[in-house]
């Protein structure tokens, strides 16, 4: 009973870790509009202070504003983003007969020629292979009403667009009453203790969120504007959704490119135009690299490219779409508290002792 008295601060901790392993095991869908709310009220209230200490603009009109417009780029999603994205992978599908025949042609034909193969692109097997694919995946659901569950995903989706500025909006009027009612809740006799953890992990995940946040918005608008100018259909759509997956290290680059490239070529013109795109990927990663993000973000916070894709692969594995939300928050708690047991530890009687 002593020995439990005195570990109840580890007993304690593991305790809120498997309620909080089994809540978001059990409710993560449902907490989704609650999980991005909190994200969003916790990257925007330091521009929400500045307000009020700059310009003594109140809280409720900051956060309404902010959720206007949170609420104006959720509904681009459904009644923009998403139909452009289709009519481009419409036209991809169409021009697939004449893309194969263009590879055969330009790219199969010369390997060939040089080292004797006898490679080439068939039609119909890419058609059965891609039907083969999409029923495999439609049997993996193994729906019984698939017009009930894509309907229930439909108004997941919508309610989402509506839950999540309204969450917002009462979270960064609230943001302090939740953060005192979280703090009441702390051991009085570990409050010091807590506190200082709890500022480590805040300058961490300030530096990554924050810092990751406006390397995406400047990326998006970077993308949008190039490939506009350079001609590629969508241009804009691409280009924000590429912006957007730069927070994946290199991975959302090349998934990016990828995108990019198969809808340029789904809309060949010349070859000019793909050797821009080439060109206009270069000069974005050289400019989020070496600049925008060691600038914004900085390389002092304890989050490698390697711990990022894995915690995302980790995180959404165990957690779904909730896993991926809550990914990049997880991983930089858990690098603040891996510190912190390490100097624990550095300092205990038992890393001491000689015997």
């Keep these: 009973m002593h020995q439990f008295l005195k570990n109840k601060s580890i007993v304690s901790l593991v305790m809120v870790l498997f309620f909080t392993f089994v809540i978001l095991t059990l409710l993560g869908r449902i907490l989704i509009p609650f999980i991005v709310a909190l994200i969003l009220t916790y990257i925007v209230n330091p521009l929400v202070e500045k307000m009020y200490k700059k310009f003594k603009i109140k809280r409720t009109i900051t956060s309404f504003f902010i959720t206007i417009i949170v609420f104006l780029l959720f509904l681009a999603i459904p009644f923009y983003i998403i139909p452009s994205f289709i009519s481009e992978l419409k036209i991809i599908f169409k021009r697939i007969p004449e893309l194969i025949v263009l590879f055969n042609k330009n790219i199969l034909e010369n390997i060939n020629a040089k080292y004797g193969t006898h490679l080439i692109l068939n039609l119909e097997d890419i058609k ?6 999409f029923t495999n ?6 729906l019984s009403s698939p017009i009930a569950k894509n309907t229930l995903i439909i108004f997941q989706f919508l309610g989402c667009i509506v839950l999540v500025p309204f969450i917002l909006f ?4 609230n943001w302090h009453k939740i953060i005192n009612f979280f703090d009441m809740l702390i051991p009085r006799s570990h409050l010091k203790a807590v506190h200082t953890i709890i500022k480590d ?3 961490m995940l300030a530096a990554y969120l924050r810092g990751q946040l406006s390397v995406m918005i400047i990326m998006a608008f970077y993308y949008a504007l190039t490939l506009k100018v350079a001609g590629l259909h969508g241009g804009i759509v691409i280009g924000f959704i590429v912006g957007l997956l730069v927070f994946i290290p290199y991975l959302g680059l090349l998934s990016g ?13 010349s070859m000019n135009q793909i050797y821009i795109i080439f060109v206009i990927f270069i000069i974005g990663h050289v400019l989020e690299s070496s600049f925008i ?6 390389g002092k916070i304890g989050l490698n490219p390697v711990l990022i894709i894995l915690a995302l692969l980790i995180f959404s594995k165990l957690f779904g779409i909730v896993g991926v939300l809550l990914a990049l928050p997880l991983s930089a708690i858990t690098v603040v508290l891996l510190k912190h047991a390490r100097l624990y530890y550095l300092k205990s009687n038992y890393y001491k002792e000689n015997n």
Aim: no cysteine; hydrophobic share 55%.
């Design 128 to 133: 059965t292979s891609i039907l083969n694919h």
């Design 137 to 142: 995946l439609y049997n993996q659901f193994n």
């Design 170 to 173: 009462f979270s960064i009027v």
């Design 201 to 203: 992990i805040d300058k």
């Design 257 to 269: 490119f990828i995108i990019t490239l198969t809808i340029a070529l789904a809309n060949f013109t």
């Design 293 to 298: 993000t060691p600038f914004l973000v900085g």
